[in-house]
Structures are given as C-alpha cells and as structure tokens.
C-alpha cells in the first residue's frame, strides 16, 4: 500500500490551513488534492493565483501545482484518488460559544459516500475532544462501511504569517491515533520530516536549523491529541491576557513592563515568547479556542473560570486602548486619525477577530475618521470597515499626512522602522498611540514625538516637556504644551 513511502492524500477545504497542509505535503513528496467547495477560490488556484498572503506559499503551490498537487471541488474523486483524508474546513464559533461543526460534519457525509477502499479519515481542523468519536458516527450514518475507515486527529500548530516554515519545520508533529493503521499511515506521511530527509534535499525550504534536524512526532490516543490543541492555544492566550495585566500594573506604577518582560521570560520555565503586551489576542483561533475549549469544561463539568478570566482581560485590554487614545486627542468626534495595521498580526492578510478591526470600529462610532493603511490586509479589511468613516492609503507616511495622531495596531516590521522625523512632519500633532510597543520610547521622544505606549510611562520629547509642567496623562496639558511649542518654533 505504502509504495515508495509517497502517499495519495486529499485535504478538504483549501484555506489557511489546508492550501498549506497541501502544499507542504506536496513539498514532502505525496501526491496531494486540494479540495474546496469555493469554486472561485479553486479557479484561482488553477490560474496560478494565491488567494491568501503567506511566505513561501506561492514557490511552493508553483512548483507543485499539476505535477504533485491538483486543485478539486469534487469531494468524491478526491476520497476515492486517496488514502488518507484531511478535514481542514473552518470551525468557527458559534452563538453559545462552542466551535460549529457543521462544516466538519457536511464534508464527512460526503467522504462517507464515496468511500470506495480502505481509507483514514483525519481531523486537522481544531475541534473539541471526541469530536473523533462524532466524526466516526457521523461516517457510518452516511453509509460507510465500518470496516472501511479509521478516524485519527493530527491538529496543526501552524501561525499565519510563518505557515509553511512551522508546517515544515514544527515543534513538534501530534498525531492523535486510536488504531495501528492510522498511526503507520501518519507516521510514513510525515516520515520526511521526522527521519530528517526533507531538510537534507537540496531544494527544501530553508528553515531555522539545519540538515539534522529531525521533527518530532507526538503519538497519543486521538482525544489527548484533541485536548492538546484547545489546551495549547488556551495556555497561549493566557500568557498574553497574563503579560497584558501585568503592563496595565505596570503603567499603573510606573514601572516598564518590557524590563519587566526580559526579567520574568528569562526565567526557562517561562520562557520570553508571548510575553508581548498589547492590545490584546485576536485572529480566527484563540478567541474562538479558547470560548470553546471553556465551553467544553463547562460540558464536562469542570470549573475552567481562569478562562473566562483570559477573555475579560482580553476584552479590557481593548477598552483601556481607546482610552489610551482618547487620553492622547482628548475628545474623538471630528479627529482624523492614521492607523497602521488591520490584520490582526503582522505577516498575514488575515483580518477575522481583528482587535485593530474592532477598535477602529469603536473609534468611528465615536466620530472619528480613519485613514488606514496596511501592507497586505486592505483589500480584505474593506469588506468589513464602513466606507463611509475609513480611506485607505497607500503607505504609512499617506496615511499620517495632517492626521491628529498616529495609532499603531499591527506589529509589521515596516511599522518598526518608520522614518520618525518625516512622520512628525506630517502628523498635524506629533502623537504616537502605540498598541504593540514597536518602539523604545525615548527613541519617539527624541524625534519630537508624544509616545503613548503599553506598560510604559508616556514619553514626552524634551522640548515639550519643558515648554510647560506637563502631566502626561492630560491630553489637555499636551496639547497645551504642543500649542506653546509651536508658536514657540514659529516665532524663532
Ligand atoms: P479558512 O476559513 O481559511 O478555510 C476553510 C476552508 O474550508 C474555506 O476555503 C472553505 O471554503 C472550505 N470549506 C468549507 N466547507 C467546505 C466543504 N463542505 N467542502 C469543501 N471545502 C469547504 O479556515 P482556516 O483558517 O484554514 O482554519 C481551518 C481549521 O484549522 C479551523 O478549525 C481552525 O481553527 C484550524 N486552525 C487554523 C489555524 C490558522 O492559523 N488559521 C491554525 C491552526 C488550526
């Protein structure tokens, strides 16, 4: 069955998740289908057009595409042309909170009835534990002969923006096996990865270690690996509510949490990722995982309530944003304001649960306009934001040009390396509300700028400071001591 360690595998539904997964399974050497019930978005495939923004992707679907990896929306010739099936539809949240399934369970009937041979049916999409359980009675409801089929759970750890280096190059690979043919299966299919071989070819997509790595693959029974998943993705999205609580102390007290961060992640039980305070989680995974990871505990009946703790703190962390902002232009109503940043992280297009989305959302209910600009996310960002109180520009520098103040909301690398003189040129006043300290703040002072960022004490360029006692946490005096400054500058 296994020839020539090449596997036949067919991945439904080809977004972030599954074009990736395709791809690199192609990458590795199977020979792939991916599947999706967009036609438009398979048309565009075909044509050789990447419907999402991420590195590496298009190298990869160019040199695979009609060789090791064909495009389908045909469900049915895909499970009859493979041996393996990976479910990567979205699973997104529903009213209640807990992850709707059905899209997961549309495209389990149909693999049901065209199951043709001896197939493994996979769960990539993350779900709640014994979703396997649900997926198996779904197969054999819809027809499938039991002893056609086994079901496994391999979920992906994958973060947009580095997706296909973290598919090539993982942590560590979790397969979720409940029988010995689905483990040996998903063993030989990741095989390249864990004997070390893909990182040896010559053409393999440079990654962060070298010719001997070799990936670790995790074999647990398929509701550990289900569990895994909503516990990985929940433990992250505390470490950022928890880091962001700490910040708000720390600004509280005037200490800066970035000292605070390199002293508490040093710690190796720590450790120093994710310990970014900001304006909070957001993206098409954690606050849909972790709402439904709680609502799981809650089923079970368990007591998770620090959860709920994670997604108020995440909630606030927004608020105490807009009143970061309101506190730098006082009042919103009329103030034209620049955004730097839409996606809800930097390296994707992706804008679903966007915290930036949400706050400009707030900021044009209270009056403001918005001249947004985003390297990748714009064309995606429109089709959510009210025409109406949002223009686009075309770069940072555009969107800054006469704006009361400047709000960074996306940890872009180009947003870290803004020519900060010309930006205060431009700005009507020299205001910086920073939601990702991009910067170090004496730095923005220095070019003249009011810097408001997270955990950190306003800072304040010297030639305002001095033109009046300033209270930085009064927009009234800034503006104030920006008023006699300028006149100051002017009359010189
Ligand atoms: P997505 O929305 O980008 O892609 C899902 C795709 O499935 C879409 O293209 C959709 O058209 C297709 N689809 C839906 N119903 C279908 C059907 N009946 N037949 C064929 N195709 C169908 O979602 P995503 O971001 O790729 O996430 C997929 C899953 O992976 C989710 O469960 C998510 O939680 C999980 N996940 C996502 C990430 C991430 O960073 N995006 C990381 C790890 C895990």
């Given at each position: 069955?296994?020839?020539?360690?090449?596997?036949?595998?067919?991945?439904?539904?080809?977004?972030?998740?599954?074009?990736?997964?395709?791809?690199?399974?192609?990458?590795?050497?199977?020979?792939?289908?991916?599947?999706?019930?967009?036609?438009?978005?398979?048309?565009?495939?075909?044509?050789?057009?990447?419907?999402?923004?991420?590195?590496?992707?298009?190298?990869?679907?160019?040199?695979?595409?009609?060789?090791?990896?064909?495009?389908?929306?045909?469900?049915?010739?895909?499970?009859?042309?493979?041996?393996?099936?990976?479910?990567?539809?979205?699973?997104?949240?529903?009213?209640?909170?807990?992850?709707?399934?059905?899209?997961?369970?549309?495209?389990?009937?149909?693999?049901?009835?065209?199951?043709?041979?001896?197939?493994?049916?996979?769960?990539?999409?993350?779900?709640?534990?014994?979703?396997?359980?649900?997926?198996?009675?779904?197969?054999?409801?819809?027809?499938?002969?039991?002893?056609?089929?086994?079901?496994?759970?391999?979920?992906?750890?994958?973060?947009?923006?580095?997706?296909?280096?973290?598919?090539?190059?993982?942590?560590?690979?979790?397969?979720?096996?409940?029988?010995?043919?689905?483990?040996?299966?998903?063993?030989?299919?990741?095989?390249?990865?864990?004997?070390?071989?893909?990182?040896?070819?010559?053409?393999?997509?440079?990654?962060?270690?070298?010719?001997?790595?070799?990936?670790?693959?995790?074999?647990?029974?398929?509701?550990?690996?289900?569990?895994?998943?909503?516990?990985?993705?929940?433990?992250?999205?505390?470490?950022?509510?928890?880091?962001?609580?700490?910040?708000?102390?720390?600004?509280?007290?005037?200490?800066?949490?970035?000292?605070?961060?390199?002293?508490?992640?040093?710690?190796?039980?720590?450790?120093?990722?994710?310990?970014?305070?900001?304006i909070g989680y957001g993206g098409?995974?954690?606050p849909?995982?972790?709402?439904?990871?709680?609502?799981?505990?809650?089923?079970?009946?368990?007591?998770?309530?620090?959860?709920?703790?994670?997604?108020?703190?995440n909630e606030e962390q927004r608020r105490r944003f807009l009143?970061?902002v309101?506190?730098?232009?006082?009042?919103?109503?009329?103030?034209?304001?620049?955004v730097?940043g839409l996606a809800f992280?930097?390296?994707?297009?992706?804008v679903r649960e966007s915290p930036a989305i949400a706050i400009i959302e707030a900021l044009t209910k209270?009056?403001?306009?918005i001249?947004?600009?985003?390297?990748?996310?714009?064309?995606?960002a429109?089709?959510q934001l009210?025409?109406?109180?949002v223009?686009?520009?075309?770069?940072?520098?555009?969107?800054?040009?006469?704006?009361?103040?400047?709000l960074?909301l996306t940890?872009?690398?180009?947003?870290?390396?803004?020519?900060?003189?010309?930006?205060?040129?431009?700005?009507?006043?020299?205001?910086?509300?920073?939601g990702?300290?991009?910067?170090?703040?004496?730095?923005?002072?220095?070019?003249?700028?009011?810097?408001?960022?997270?955990?950190?004490?306003?800072?304040?360029?010297?030639?305002?400071?001095?033109?009046?006692?300033?209270?930085?946490?009064?927009?009234?005096?800034?503006?104030?001591?920006?008023?006699?400054?300028?006149?100051?500058?002017?009359?010189?």
């Amino acid at each position: 069955m296994f020839i020539g360690g090449k596997m036949r595998i067919a991945v439904i539904g080809s977004g972030y998740v599954g074009l990736v997964s395709a791809a690199c399974f192609a990458e590795i050497g199977h020979k792939v289908i991916s599947v999706d019930n967009d036609a438009d978005k398979i048309a565009h495939l075909e044509r050789g057009e990447v419907p999402i923004h991420e590195q590496h992707l298009p190298e990869l679907i160019k040199r695979h595409h009609r060789k090791r990896l064909h495009f389908s929306t045909v469900i049915a010739d895909a499970v009859r042309a493979s041996e393996a099936i990976f479910i990567t539809v979205g699973t997104p949240p529903s009213e209640t909170g807990e992850a709707d399934l059905s899209f997961v369970e549309a495209v389990a009937s149909q693999i049901a009835s065209a199951i043709d041979g001896r197939k493994v049916i996979i769960e990539k999409s993350t779900v709640p534990v014994r979703t396997c359980e649900s997926l198996r009675k779904t197969l054999l409801l819809n027809g499938a002969p039991p002893d056609s089929f086994f079901v496994a759970s391999n979920p992906e750890f994958l973060r947009e923006g580095t997706a296909v280096l973290d598919f090539l190059y993982p942590d560590r690979i979790v397969a979720g096996v409940d029988d010995a043919f689905s483990s040996s299966l998903l063993q030989k299919i990741y095989a390249p990865l864990t004997s070390g071989s893909y990182y040896c070819g010559k053409n393999a997509v440079a990654g962060p270690d070298g010719c001997a790595l070799k990936a670790r693959l995790i074999l647990t029974n398929a509701k550990s690996a289900e569990l895994i998943k909503h516990a990985s993705n929940a433990f992250l999205a505390m470490k950022i509510s928890f880091i962001n609580a700490v910040a708000n102390i720390s600004e509280a007290v005037g200490a800066d949490v970035t000292e605070v961060c390199a002293g508490v992640g040093s710690d190796q039980r720590v450790g120093p990722r994710f310990l970014n305070p900001g304006i909070g989680y957001g993206g098409s995974c954690f606050p849909k995982d972790v709402r439904a990871f709680h609502t799981v505990a809650t089923q079970c009946g368990c007591d998770f309530s620090l959860l709920t703790e994670v997604m108020k703190i995440n909630e606030e962390q927004r608020r105490r944003f807009l009143q970061k902002v309101r506190s730098a232009v006082w009042t919103l109503r009329g103030k034209k304001l620049a955004v730097l940043g839409l996606a809800f992280k930097g390296g994707t297009d992706d804008v679903r649960e966007s915290p930036a989305i949400a706050i400009i959302e707030a900021l044009t209910k209270e009056g403001a306009r918005i001249i947004a600009y985003d390297p990748v996310a714009m064309a995606k960002a429109k089709g959510q934001l009210a025409a109406s109180q949002v223009t686009f520009a075309s770069d940072p520098y555009e969107a800054a040009t006469d704006c009361d103040a400047l709000l960074i909301l996306t940890e872009w690398k180009e947003f870290a390396e803004l020519d900060l003189p010309r930006i205060r040129g431009l700005l009507k006043f020299p205001i910086i509300v920073d939601g990702r300290n991009l910067y170090e703040p004496n730095r923005v002072a220095d070019a003249g700028l009011v810097y408001y960022s997270i955990g950190r004490a306003v800072a304040v360029p010297l030639a305002i400071s001095s033109a009046v006692r300033v209270h930085p946490e009064s927009p009234l005096d800034l503006v104030a001591a920006m008023a006699i400054r300028r006149q100051a500058v002017t009359a010189a």
